[in-house]
């Protein structure tokens, strides 16, 4: 963990995985104040899981039509470039979006054997696994975005003939910049099609990733609050 640079005087390291260790032995030992601190941010999360879901599912609408649109080319006799490149991008935007709301509907697959025991090794082996699963999410968030990061400093384009307009690449290129670089970026930028980078699809890698991050590490400090695990199935009748 070298490369992990500190913030705030601090390494990345202790922010990521220290810090919300600390507050999973608060909110076991400190229940009442927890619950009182954690309450309206649990209501906002909700409602950032649910929006994640209905991003997942409006990319699942558009694969299908780029499908659609695959087939009326061909009967067309028309090209459809970057058709199956972007297929390929918006299921991985569908994959990643949908990982956080479908842990919070009990829809990722828990072994549950040993959770059948008993109430005391139900919770504590629960709130075991779902610390290790929460670390594991955070270092596989934290190199997703390095990932993305890399990506972008190296220009690194797609090998298909798909290509998105360079306005484009500005408006997610701003979202990384202080505001006073916005002119600097636009004023370099064309309106010509260029290839599409691979930092553009890998943005729902990074946000998929530390959306489930951060489910995990709630879920985790609602079962130590509320000593009942709030990863329910949905039943299906």
């Avoid at 032995?25 to 954690?38: E, M, S």
């Avoid at 828990?110 to 090794?121: A, E, G």
Wanted: neutral net charge; contains cysteine.
């Amino acid at each position: 963990m070298g490369d992990w640079k500190p913030i705030l005087g601090l390494p990345l390291w202790f922010w990521l995985f220290i810090l919300p260790t600390a507050f999973a032995f608060f909110c076991l030992f400190f229940r009442r104040p927890a619950h009182r601190i954690l309450s309206p941010i649990w209501r906002v999360l909700d409602r950032i899981y649910a929006l994640s879901g209905m991003i997942a599912a409006s990319f699942m609408v558009l694969i299908l039509l780029l499908i659609i649109g695959q087939m009326v080319s061909r009967w067309t006799d028309t090209i459809f470039p970057g058709g199956t490149e972007f297929a390929g991008y918006a299921m991985a935007c569908t994959s990643f979006f949908a990982m956080a709301y479908a842990l919070t509907h009990g829809a990722h697959i828990r072994v549950s054997i040993f959770l059948n025991m008993n109430s005391f090794l139900k919770f504590w082996l629960d709130a075991l696994a779902m610390l290790i699963s929460a670390i594991t999410a955070t270092y596989f968030a934290r190199y997703a975005v390095k990932t993305n990061y890399f990506s972008e400093m190296l220009n690194d384009r797609t090998q298909g003939l798909d290509k998105v307009p360079e306005w484009l690449l500005s408006i997610f290129a701003m979202m990384g910049q202080w505001p006073w670089h916005w002119g600097d970026t636009w004023a370099k930028t064309s309106s010509d099609m260029v290839f599409t980078p691979v930092w553009l699809p890998q943005i729902a890698m990074s946000i998929g990733t530390i959306l489930l991050a951060v489910a995990i590490w709630d879920h985790l400090f609602r079962l130590l609050v509320l000593r009942e695990t709030q990863i329910v199935r949905e039943s299906v009748e």
